[in-house]
């Protein structure tokens, strides 16, 4: 299966695990026990003549859920991704692992645009500069025209705003 | 800790005080070194709040990808992982009541036997302790000190000093944040050493 993991791993490092836990050492090691249990359950894959990838994710999406269930770290995202799991146990109907990925990115970026959205400009603004476009510290607050330590304190109460924001959204029916 | 987090955000034009921008500075740090994937595995719980937030953001901008090696080693570990379980155990147990375990009743013949054997072994012992005390071993040569090679650096634990700082007598008495933030890079540093198949 090495060649299945080789393909797969990047990207349901990057758009299925780590979206949904935050956190680089834990998505790793959660992506390391979905393909362990990939290897361990792939007698019950079913081949039909499709992509394998969305088996995979299904393994990797409930792994995360049981890290936030088991873990309590976030109640309102371990509910808000039981109510996802339905609708996501039957992805047979997908045509190719690409499509999918690119299509779950696209889907993240929407949950993270409408916070965006609602968030005051220059916080927006703030997070979009270091955190999407990833610019250095200096170049952030160029561009915002004020000091480095300004800017420092605009992120930080982006991030904050946005994490507040977020969990509310994610509270709403 | 994350009830600070929780509490009323100030606007983007309101006065920081002097804590916020130290708390922002720090946070600054600390993308910087996410964004340059280092980021510590030991931070506060506010601090790591954060920067998972960030993370969730640059996540879903695709600007977090899994290095080649990275892949590659966590896929050596499920793959070996997996192949563990696989393994039938070797080790067994004989069975109860079974194979050739004497009752210690119906040996009482032998029971002199172990006590024999410790006595034995105590006397060695006890006249090997005190030939040294007699000082029998004091004009034998001394032994030139053997030199040993260093550990190497990615099996040694990271100085704690560098994680904690300098304790300001204020959070003098959250020791547990401190234990915590030293556990969570013993752990990384294990995690570490793992991945490279170090521990096998």
């Known amino acids: ?173 | 800790m994350t009830r600070d987090l929780d509490d009323d955000i100030p606007g983007p034009d309101d006065e920081p005080t002097a804590a916020e921008k130290a708390r922002a500075r720090s946070f600054g740090d600390l993308v910087d070194r996410a964004v340059a994937g280092r980021a510590p595995a030991a931070m506060s719980p506010d601090d790591r709040a954060l920067i998972e937030v960030a993370t969730v953001i640059r996540g879903a901008a695709g600007k977090v990808e899994l290095e080649a090696s990275r892949a590659s080693n966590l896929i050596e570990a499920a793959l070996a992982a997996a192949v563990d379980k696989d393994r039938p155990r070797t080790t067994t147990l004989p069975p109860i009541g079974g194979g050739n375990v004497t009752p210690i009743t119906a040996a009482p013949k032998r029971r002199w036997l172990p006590w024999s054997i410790a006595g034995a072994t105590s006397a060695i012992a006890a006249a090997a302790i005190a030939m040294l005390i007699a000082g029998v071993g004091r004009h034998a040569p001394a032994r030139a000190p053997v030199a040993r090679a260093p550990l190497p650096e990615m099996l040694r634990s990271r100085p704690a000093d560098d994680l904690v700082g300098v304790i300001a007598r204020d959070r003098s008495g959250d020791a547990a944040t401190r234990i915590d933030a030293i556990y969570a890079d013993r752990l990384d540093g294990y995690r570490e050493l793992a991945l490279r198949g170090g521990t096998r």
């Open chain 1, 1 to 173: 299966m090495r060649p299945i993991f080789e393909r797969y791993a990047p990207p349901l490092y990057g758009t299925v695990i780590l979206p949904r836990t935050g956190d680089a050492a834990t998505a790793e090691e959660i992506l390391r026990d979905t393909m362990a249990t990939a290897v361990e359950k792939i007698g019950r894959f079913a081949w039909q003549g499709k992509t394998i990838y969305p088996w995979l994710r299904q393994i990797a999406i409930n792994k995360v859920y049981d890290l936030h269930r088991h873990a309590k770290r976030s109640r309102r995202l371990a509910d808000a991704m039981a109510q996802e799991l339905p609708a996501e146990s039957a992805p047979e109907d997908n045509p190719d692992a690409l499509l999918i990925a690119q299509q779950e990115q696209r889907s993240n970026r929407a949950r993270i645009d409408e916070t965006l959205a609602v968030m005051p400009e220059r916080y927006r603004v703030a997070i979009e500069l270091r955190l999407v476009d990833e610019l250095s510290r200096e170049e952030c607050a160029r561009r915002l025209d004020v000091t480095v330590g300004t800017f420092d304190v605009l992120l930080f109460r982006a991030v904050r705003a946005f994490r507040k924001r977020y969990g509310a959204r994610e509270d709403e029916p």
